[in-house]
């Protein structure tokens, strides 16, 4: 059910929650590009929970961080919410660890926050959210500046999560970020698709990153537009060399022109890639 686009303000939220409270048949809501943001939208949240829907999209509604507490509400506990999208709000603030305390109860499997604001102070709440979570399986963090030294506590708890794809895209991750990568990926034997295009992770550490790559399980990485030049290429070569997992490499708009690009031609021919791009 689409109503996306509507000029919704809080007060719909009230309507909205009659309509899908105790509803036995809706499994999918798109309310995205309205105005949701208020008082009410907590007896939205609060229908939720006894509602049957499986699919909640709640993209550009001008959430604030107020607004997690009644998310929070929403999805602890829930046994049917499979899917919830909050990308394009503004959530960062103090109320962001509710939200991800609720997470580790709900049955949720994927979760979008893209382009929320998210610094690097979330990093924590976010590692609270997905440590031992059995059900998450989809994280998207795209769009946001987890760039920090707390960026390590989210990498850690990825190790224990069931997460198999995490997106990371423009988060203005730079060299000192493959370190806590590194700690993320190593061993991980649940991820599967890693996207860190849009960043800088060019310099001396990239070489521990493509290290770690060789024992994870990682089938799909993205290191799209990451300005990395022919200096990384030695190190790209040692991270799919014979390893027997990655089928997708997308390496486009970086500058791999030189003398070592030989290098990763040739560990090409010994790895397991299906798609370079």
Same mark, same amino acid.
């Given at each position: 059910?689409?109503?996306?686009?509507?000029?919704?303000?809080?007060?719909?939220?009230?309507?909205?929650?009659?309509?899908?409270?105790?509803?036995?048949?809706?499994?999918?809501?798109?309310?995205?590009?309205?105005?949701?943001?208020?008082?009410?939208?907590?007896?939205?949240?609060?229908?939720?929970?006894?509602?049957?829907?499986?699919?909640?999209?709640?993209?550009?509604?001008?959430?604030?961080?107020?607004?997690?507490?009644?998310?929070?509400?929403?999805?602890?506990?829930?046994?049917?919410?499979?899917?919830?999208?909050?990308?394009?709000?503004?959530?960062?603030?103090?109320?962001?660890?509710?939200?991800?305390?609720?997470?580790?109860?709900?049955?949720?499997?994927?979760?979008?926050?893209?382009?929320?604001?998210?610094?690097?102070?979330?990093?924590?709440?976010?590692?609270?959210?997905?440590?031992?979570?059995?059900?998450?399986?989809? !994280? /998207? @963090?795209?769009? &946001?500046? *987890?760039?920090? $030294?707390?960026?390590?506590? %989210?990498?850690?708890?990825?190790?224990?999560? +069931?997460?198999?794809?995490?997106?990371?895209?423009?988060?203005?991750?730079?060299?000192?970020?493959?370190?806590?990568?590194?700690?993320?990926?190593?061993?991980?034997?649940?991820?599967?698709?890693?996207?860190?295009?849009?960043?800088?992770?060019?310099?001396?550490?990239?070489?521990?990153?493509?290290?770690?790559?060789?024992?994870?399980?990682?089938?799909? !990485? /993205? @290191?799209?537009? &990451?300005? *990395?030049?022919? $200096?990384?290429?030695?190190? %790209?070569?040692?991270?799919?060399?014979?390893? +027997?997992?990655?089928?997708?490499?997308?390496?486009?708009?970086?500058?791999?022109?030189?003398?070592?690009?030989?290098?990763?031609?040739?560990?090409?021919?010994?790895?397991?890639?299906?798609?370079?791009?």
């Amino acid at each position: 059910y689409r109503l996306d686009r509507n000029h919704l303000t809080d007060s719909s939220c009230l309507h909205l929650a009659s309509g899908i409270r105790n509803n036995q048949t809706l499994r999918t809501l798109d309310l995205s590009g309205n105005n949701l943001e208020g008082p009410h939208f907590s007896d939205l949240m609060a229908a939720l929970t006894t509602s049957r829907i499986e699919e909640l999209i709640l993209d550009r509604n001008h959430l604030r961080d107020s607004s997690c507490l009644h998310l929070a509400s929403g999805i602890r506990n829930n046994q049917t919410l499979k899917t919830l999208s909050l990308s394009e709000n503004n959530l960062e603030g103090p109320h962001f660890r509710d939200l991800m305390a609720a997470l580790t109860t709900s049955r949720i499997e994927e979760l979008q926050l893209e382009s929320n604001r998210l610094t690097a102070s979330s990093c924590p709440h976010l590692a609270f959210g997905i440590r031992n979570n059995q059900t998450l399986r989809t !994280l /998207d @963090l795209s769009g &946001n500046n *987890l760039e920090g $030294s707390h960026f390590s506590d %989210l990498m850690v708890a990825l190790t224990t999560s +069931q997460i198999k794809e995490l997106h990371l895209k423009n988060n203005h991750l730079t060299d000192n970020s493959s370190i806590y990568l590194v700690s993320g990926i190593s061993h991980n034997q649940t991820l599967r698709t890693l996207n860190l295009s849009g960043n800088n992770l060019e310099g001396p550490n990239f070489n521990i990153l493509m290290a770690a790559l060789i024992t994870s399980w990682i089938e799909e !990485l /993205d @290191l799209m537009y &990451n300005h *990395l030049t022919d $200096s990384s290429c030695p190190h %790209l070569a040692s991270g799919i060399r014979n390893n +027997q997992t990655l089928r997708t490499l997308n390496l486009s708009e970086n500058n791999l022109e030189g003398p070592h690009f030989s290098d990763l031609m040739a560990a090409l021919t010994t790895s397991r890639i299906e798609e370079l791009q």
